[in-house]
């Protein structure tokens, strides 16, 4: 005889294919900056070796100043959004190689070649980084929420229904 039944088994394994697909695709945040911040995220990397520990790995931190003129920091590889006068939006994964100056702004990623936008046809900029903190809690709540069910509002129904 099983510790569980099917029913509790087949709502485990839901609870954790759920949990690793949002761990593996994440929340993420969406931060406005100016153009002249961007070339700040040329130094993101998503994890560099520490030498001697190849076990041990360590992210970039960058500052970047937020539109309001509050700091935001990117912690590791972060991607870059940006939305032209015209109406179209660009985005641009990292790593990333930005240059910009007052006439031009030139970014250059993995998905994309080197591409020159006007700075007066700039609408905004967006830094997309993962959100590690909403990842946990968006994660632990989609645990705690069907764990609960299965042993919790589940058994208490078929108790009350064999009275």
């Known amino acids: 005889m099983s510790l569980f039944s099917k029913r509790t088994l087949r709502s485990i394994a ?7 697909s949002l761990l593996t695709t ?18 993101t990397e998503t994890a560099q070796s520490v030498s001697g520990n190849p076990g041990v790995q360590v992210k970039s931190r960058v500052n970047v100043e ?17 939305r032209t ?17 007052m006439a031009r702004f030139t970014v250059e990623s993995k998905n994309r070649a080197s591409t020159r936008i006007k700075t007066d ?9 993962r959100s590690p903190a909403r990842t ?3 994660g632990g ?4 929420l069907v764990l609960g069910g299965t042993f ?7 108790r009350a229904s064999t009275r």
């Not at 994440?26 to 130094?43: D, Q």
């Not at 709540?141 to 705690?144: A, D, M, N, Q, R």
């Not at 919790?152 to 078929?158: N, S, V």
């Open 152 to 158: 919790g509002i589940i058994p208490l129904a078929t």
């Open 85 to 101: 006068e015209d109406g179209r939006e660009l985005m641009f994964k990292h790593p990333l190689s930005v240059e910009a100056n």
């Open 14 to 20: 839901v609870a954790t294919i759920a949990c690793f």
């Open 121 to 129: 046809d700039i609408e905004e900029v967006v830094v997309k980084d």
């Open 141 to 144: 709540g989609i645990v705690l």
């Open 26 to 43: 994440g929340c993420f945040n969406y931060v406005h900056i100016p153009p002249s911040e961007a070339e700040k995220l040329n130094a």
């Open 136 to 138: 946990g809690l968006l």
């Open 66 to 82: 937020r539109e309001d003129g509050r700091l935001y920091e990117v912690l590791g590889a972060a991607d870059l959004i940006v």
